[in-house]
Structure formats: structure tokens, C-alpha cells
């Protein structure tokens, strides 16, 4: 079998120089068709001048900053150039494994049994038609030599790179409308990809101009240039700063809320109104429905939520009264679990807990709305919270609450969302008012420490948003815009 | 059982039976009463959904269940192997690969592959009485992570973003009264709706701010500048809630043209 696998191999490759130097003699043909060209009748545009280069800062690696002056011919003297064709050198080596790449491509696609982007009559073609006679299995284990043969290889990309001019070929790389000087070269990081740029490799690179007859002109060739990742993006400062100071905020507010400082946070109307519901749920002798939505238990929603859940718990314990908890997450559920044991245990009823109180429907988003509308229309609960993430079974799930006749409470922090909750709840906790519903009801020192450092970075944000607004009339206050931009 | 549900029983699935036989006889292909059967089931199963609308019934609970039995069991299987046969186990054992009929990946083997293992096994641990308390160590894994890795992204995109978009300057272009009243126009472009779209955000999104702004009774002027900035939130909730409806409309259509279309043939 190995045997054969590496006979496979090796005939792809002596394929793959085959073609290789088909590839070579069309790029070589296509100099002298240049130079020919200026011979007879075609007007060869100006070169691009001044072509600089440099490693693109603040990034992982493998990117490349391009950056010319226009040719004397585009938008003035003979006003000829279309674009710019980038072209980069690669060492032979490099081509060798790009074609291996290619046929890495190609036994993925089949694998995934798609063979889309595998067009008639081209090399790709006849090696989807040679792998297409092997088992899967088969076509696995050439997958495995071919990758492990591509990782090998790429080792000496950087020493192969060092042979430039010789042993290797200028690859096209993209082109650009006429008027653009500067190109940001993203190449790939997956040594498997065929965009792989290598760091720490020297790489050459020239811009072509050319015009509407394909006449080009090329510029002098830049390099040796090379790439290497950042560990720290300067781009991203302002980010440093905003989490050193909302840290220091909440660090600062969670140690006086712990040494029993008086933190006011105002009431909230949703969060009121949950008690009453608790009671009318009791006296009604129904069960009270807990959506926690479709969040998983990371999202910061599902987490004020549980909070919520184990107040609500707890009130319900103590009146002995139903509670459902239908969830559409595993991990949720196991949560929402412990929380309502923590809770049943806090009023002193554990006896009372019941393991399906909390209990998994499934993970299927209308199938889960399904569900909970059956739950809502057969055990017709007196009270529906709804608190956490919720999307488009929002409303179904309102709007049949509210056929049932159930108070409904509601609060999510996904904006589209909230419209439907408020037209169809009786009380809406809106966005953020669901976190400091949390915070209010727990009345615990990290909460509400961390809701206190919350509202002071919203003071500063209206503090700086007027600052700003101010400097923003005079031309100096552009270095204040500037401060809070974060690019990529 | 009532006699009227009996009926009505008798009656769908007479008409299920002619929808299937109609199908299977007018439809071309390879498997005309297959693909007749399943429209049919796709119809049925559509129409039982939406019976909801006039109350709770058997065929709704139908398929409701059926519903919830097949994606939660799809789900899992899903994920089984999708997740651990397909993408961990070909980086761990060439072994349990041959076992479970997939190729190991040589060169991609990783230890780090064993955390979420362990992990997972832990999770399981709930099933035991005694060893329940394991779970909560892969649970707070996970929600730790997540919310370090929010607190940046959202500390970048709520914070600083919010801060940088509210910056706009309120006079565009000022050269004076007379410029601005003698250049007057209603155009999208036109000085006098560029200054009055960058005052509702600066104005919108600090009264926005002070109605979430928890820490202080809203009464006085903070408690004014929050009625404007959740009458700011309601005209954009009502905005949102007519663009999503629209949207919700196409859905049904394209239910309404199953029915009509592939089912009845009403339709082309």
C-alpha cells in the first residue's frame, strides 16, 4: 500500500514539473511577447516608479505593505493605463509545492463529495479523473502524504528563497484599477493554502502597468523584503486603556460594595413586577414558565439570567408554587439545574426540587419554540419570564403567552429583538436593564460593584462624546477623534 | 375517544391517502410515489403546524413532537459524529479511527486535543451521584473564557466605537447666518439635514445612555433627558419591528408556496 502511495507520488510530481514547465513557458512567452510587442506597433506605458515595500505592521505575519508612485501615463501623458498587475517571485521549490497544493485540493473536494471548482479540461480536471479511481480510504492516506509531504517542504522556503533570480518564476498575484499606488499583500498563514506567504523568507515583488492592449511595463523589481508577526498591535491601544480603566473601576467599586458601602441602583419596573407575578401564580395554583432562550451559558444575557432564575426560584419555593424550566442548551440546563437546587436549598425547601423542574427540550430553534408553545397552552402557567437570548421565536413565544393569558416578563440584549417583547409582555427589561436587573435582585458585591463601574464608564462616555463634539468644530480637534480609532 | 375527532381522523387521512396517490401517479421521476409521499408528509406536517393558530390539537402535538423527537435526536447524532468520529478521534488514535471506519490524519496528533476530553467527561459526571460537583469545573472553563474574551471584544466595539461614532461635529461647513439661511435647502446632502441627523446622535445616544444610567434616580433634568432617550429607543424599536416583519412575511410566502406549488400545483 505505502508502496503504491508513494509511486502515486511520485508520478503526481513528475505530472506536476510536466506542467510546470508548460506553466514556465507560457510566463517566458509572455516577456518576449512584451518585448517583441515594442518592436511593432504597441506603445509601451511608463513603468510605476519608486515601488517600496514593507512588512505589514501590527499583524500575525505573512503580509506585506506595496506602495509605487503612479506611471507618468496614468490620468496624464498618454493616459493609457487600465491597472496594475502585481506580480511576486517564488523559488522553484515553492512551485513544486503549490501544484502538490493543487492536488491536495482537489482529493479534499472529493472527499467532501464536491467536486465544484474542478472545471473540464484543465489539470485539475485530470486529477480529479486519477483520484476518482481510488477508495476513500485510499484517497485519505495520499491526503496524509501529501499534506506531511507539503510540511516538509516548506522548511526550505526561506533557504530556497535566497536563489532569486535564479530557479524560480514571477506569480501573479492581483491587480488594481489605474490610480491605485499601494497594495496590502494578506497572505495566507495555512502552510496547506496555496496563498501561504512564508515569514522570515526574502520576498521580490514588481508592479506591472498596463494598458488597455495589454501592453505592460514593469517596475523595478523590490526586495529582498521580509514578513514577521507582532506580538503586540499597536492599533489596539486604546483597548488597553479602556480595560485597564473599566478594570480598576470595577475592582475599585466591587472592594467598597465589599466592605458594605451603600451602591443605590434605581428600581426597575420588570423586576418589581416579578414578585406579584410569583404571588398571582400561587394564588391562581399554576405554574410559573422560565425561558432562559437560545444563549449558550457563556453569553452575558443567559448569565444575568441565571441570576434572575435563582431569585425567581427561590420566591417559588418559598410560596410552593410550579416552576418550568424548558432549555434548549445542555450546558444551560445543567446551570439553570444547580441554580435552582442553590435556590430550593436557600429558602430551606429542598425536598421541595424536583430534577425536572429544569429539564432539556431540544437544540433545534422552532422545534424548541414548539415545544415551550405546547408547554404554555397545556399547563397554562400564570406567569411567563422570558430572560436571556432570544431571536426569531421571540414573538411566537410572546404572542402565544399572551393567547394563554399569562403576565409576561420579559428582557433580552439582542436589539431586534426587543420590539416584539415589548408589544407583546406586559413588562420589558430593555438591553442593559437585564444585567442590572441581575445585579439589583443578587445584591451581591462583584454585581454590583461591577454595575457601578458600568454607569461611570457610561458617564464617561457622554463625558467624551461632549468633548469630542466640542473639538470636533476646530481642526485640532482631530488628534482628540483620532484617539478612538481602533483599526484592525 | 369523541365521535367528531374519529371523523375528522378518518377524513385527513382519507385525504392524505388521495394527496399520496395523486402525487405518485401525476408526478415524473425515478420514485413518484416516494416523492409523492413525502410532499404529502410535508404538507401534512405544515398544515398540523400551523393549525396552531386556531388552538391546541392532536395534530399539532403530533408534530410538535415529532419535531422536537427528530432535531434532538438529529443533533446529537450530529455531533457525535460530526464533531468527536470526525474531527477528534482522526487526530488522536489510529485505532478508534479504524474502529469507527475514518482515516487518522498523521502529523495532526496534539495532546491539547485530550482538555476537551476530559472536559467532556467531566460534564458527564453529573450522571454521578457522588462525583456531580466535577461538572462545575468545565462549566466555569467556559464561561470564564467566554466572558474574558467579550470583555475586550465588547469593550472595543461598545466603549471606544461608541465614543468615536458620537464625535461628529454639529456645524457642517458654518460660514455665517447668512450663507446658511441663503444656501437653505431640505436635500439629504444639503447642510441643514447633515447638522440635524449629527444633533439627533449626539442627542440620541447621550439621552440614550443617561436612561440606562442606574445609579442615580431619574427625576430633574436627568430624569427629562431620559424620557428623550427611550422615546429615542421606541421610534428605533418600531423602526426595527416593521423592517423584521416584513421579513417574517417572506417566510410564510415561501410556506404558502409550497403548499400551492409543490403540493396542490395551483401555482407555477
Known amino acids: ?76 501623458g498618454e493616459n493609457s493605463v487600465l491597472k496594475y498587475e502585481i506580480y511576486k517571485w517564488v523559488p522553484q521549490l515553492m512551485l513544486d509545492i503549490n501544484l502538490v497544493r493543487d492536488s491536495l485540493s482537489v482529493i479534499q473536494r472529493i472527499l467532501r463529495n464536491t467536486t465544484s471548482g474542478i472545471t473540464e479540461g484543465t489539470q485539475a480536471d485530470s486529477m480529479k479523473i486519477v483520484f476518482e479511481k481510488y477508495s476513500r480510504d485510499e484517497l485519505f492516506d495520499i491526503r496524509n502524504t501529501l499534506i506531511a509531504h507539503v510540511k516538509q517542504e516548506n522548511t526550505g522556503l526561506a533557504e530556497a528563497s535566497n536563489s532569486y533570480p535564479e530557479n524560480g518564476a514571477w506569480l501573479f498575484v492581483d491587480k488594481k484599477p489605474s490610480g491605485t499606488k499601494s497594495f496590502v499583500h494578506i497572505g495566507s498563514k495555512d502552510f496547506k493554502s496555496a496563498g501561504f506567504v512564508p515569514d522570515f523568507a526574502n520576498l521580490y515583488y514588481r508592479v506591472d502597468a498596463v494598458t488597455i492592449d495589454g501592453a505592460k511595463s514593469s517596475s523595478k523589481v523590490l526586495g529582498p523584503i521580509q514578513t514577521s508577526g507582532q506580538w ?61 432562550g437560545l444563549g449558550s451559558a457563556a453569553d452575558i444575557a443567559t448569565i444575568a439570567s441565571f441570576t434572575i432564575l435563582g431569585r425567581v426560584a427561590k420566591k417559588v419555593a418559598e410560596y410552593q408554587t410550579e416552576l418550568l424550566v424548558p432549555t434548549y442548551d445542555p450546558i444551560v440546563m445543567t446551570v439553570a439545574q444547580e441554580v435552582v437546587k442553590s435556590a430550593y436549598l436557600d429558602a430551606g425547601r429542598p425536598d421541595a426540587y424536583k430534577e425536572d423542574t429544569v429539564h432539556f427540550v431540544t437544540q433545534s430553534q422552532f422545534a424548541y419554540v414548539a415545544a415551550v408553545n405546547g408547554i404554555m397552552l397545556r399547563e397554562l402557567p400564570a406567569t411567563n419570564v422570558y430572560m436571556g437570548k432570544f431571536f426569531a421565536e421571540s414573538l411566537i413565544l410572546a404572542e402565544t403567552g399572551a393567547l394563554a393569558g399569562s403576565i409576561q416578563i420579559s428582557g433580552t440584549d439582542e436589539i431586534a429583538q426587543i420590539p416584539f417583547f415589548i408589544v407583546a409582555c406586559d ?13 439589583y435582585l443578587g445584591k451581591e458585591p462583584v454585581l454590583l460593584g461591577s454595575l457601578k463601574a458600568q454607569d461611570y464608564a457610561k458617564a464617561a462616555i457622554i463625558l467624551l462624546a461632549v468633548i469630542g463634539v466640542v473639538l470636533a468644530q476646530f481642526e485640532f480637534g482631530a488628534a482628540f477623534v483620532n484617539l478612538f480609532e481602533v483599526a484592525n | 375517544m369523541k365521535k367528531t375527532t374519529i371523523i375528522t381522523f378518518a377524513v385527513i387521512s382519507a385525504l392524505f391517502l388521495v394527496s399520496w396517490i395523486a402525487k405518485g401517479m401525476f408526478t415524473e421521476g425515478s420514485s413518484p410515489f416516494l416523492d409523492g409521499f413525502l410532499v404529502t408528509l410535508a404538507a401534512f406536517l405544515t398544515l398540523a403546524i400551523m393549525s396552531f393558530l386556531y ?45 469507527f471506519k475514518v482515516s487518522y490524519i498523521e502529523g495532526d496528533y496534539n495532546f491539547i486535543y485530550f482538555i476537551p476530553i476530559i472536559f467532556g467527561i467531566l460534564l458527564l459526571m453529573r450522571l454521578s451521584p457522588r462525583g456531580g460537583w466535577l461538572s462545575r469545573w468545565p462549566l466555569a472553563f467556559i464561561v470564564g473564557t467566554t466572558a474574558g474574551l467579550n470583555f475586550v471584544r465588547y469593550l472595543r466595539s461598545d466603549f471606544i466605537n461608541q465614543v468615536s461614532s458620537t464625535i461628529v461635529p454639529l456645524m457642517i461647513d458654518w460660514q455665517g447666518f447668512g450663507h446658511f439661511f441663503s444656501n437653505l435647502n ?71 408556496t409550497f403548499l400551492f406549488r409543490d403540493w396542490l400545483e395551483i401555482i407555477s
Open chain 1, 1 to 76: 500500500m505505502k508502496v503504491k502511495l508513494l509511486i502515486m507520488v511520485v508520478m503526481m510530481l513528475a505530472l506536476s514539473s510536466f506542467c510546470f514547465a508548460q506553466d514556465n513557458a507560457t510566463e517566458a512567452g509572455t516577456e518576449d511577447t512584451d518585448t517583441t510587442a515594442v518592436v511593432e506597433s504597441i506603445i509601451l506605458p511608463a513603468p510605476p516608479g519608486n515601488l517600496t515595500g514593507i512588512d505589514k505592521p501590527n499583524d500575525h505575519g505573512h503580509a506585506a505593505i506595496l506602495s509605487w508612485d503612479l506611471s507618468p501615463d496614468d490620468g496624464a
Open chain 1, 232 to 292: 503586540y498591535n499597536t492599533y489596539r491601544t486604546p483597548v488597553v486603556f479602556s480595560v485597564l480603566f473599566f478594570t480598576l473601576l470595577t475592582i475599585y467599586f466591587v472592594r467598597e460594595a465589599r466592605k458594605g458601602a451603600d451602591l443605590y441602583v434605581r428600581p426597575l419596573g420588570g423586576i418589581e413586577a416579578v414578585d406579584d407575578a410569583i404571588g398571582r401564580a400561587t394564588e391562581m395554583g399554576r405554574p410559573i414558565l422560565y425561558v432562559l
Open chain 1, 427 to 439: 413588562y420589558t427589561l430593555i438591553g442593559e436593564e437585564l444585567y442590572a436587573a441581575s445585579a
Open chain 2, 55 to 99: 388552538k391546541d390539537n392532536p395534530y399539532y402535538k403530533f408534530a410538535e413532537h415529532l419535531f422536537v423527537g427528530v432535531s434532538a435526536a438529529y443533533a446529537m447524532c450530529l455531533g457525535f459524529w460530526s464533531t468527536i468520529v470526525g474531527n477528534l478521534i482522526p487526530r488522536l488514535s489510529s485505532g478508534i479511527s479504524e474502529f
Open chain 2, 186 to 256: 431640505f436635500s439629504a446632502t444639503g447642510q441643514l439635514v447633515m447638522m440635524f441627523s449629527n444633533l439627533v446622535i449626539f442627542i440620541g445616544v447621550t439621552c440614550g445612555i443617561i436612561y440606562f444610567y442606574f445609579s442615580k434616580e431619574h427625576t430633574g433634568w436627568f430624569g427629562r433627558a431620559s424620557k428623550i432617550g427611550i422615546w429615542i429607543l421606541m421610534i428605533t424599536f418600531g423602526a426595527s419591528f416593521g423592517y423584521t416583519v416584513m421579513g417574517r412575511i417572506s417566510l410564510l410566502v415561501g410556506r404558502i
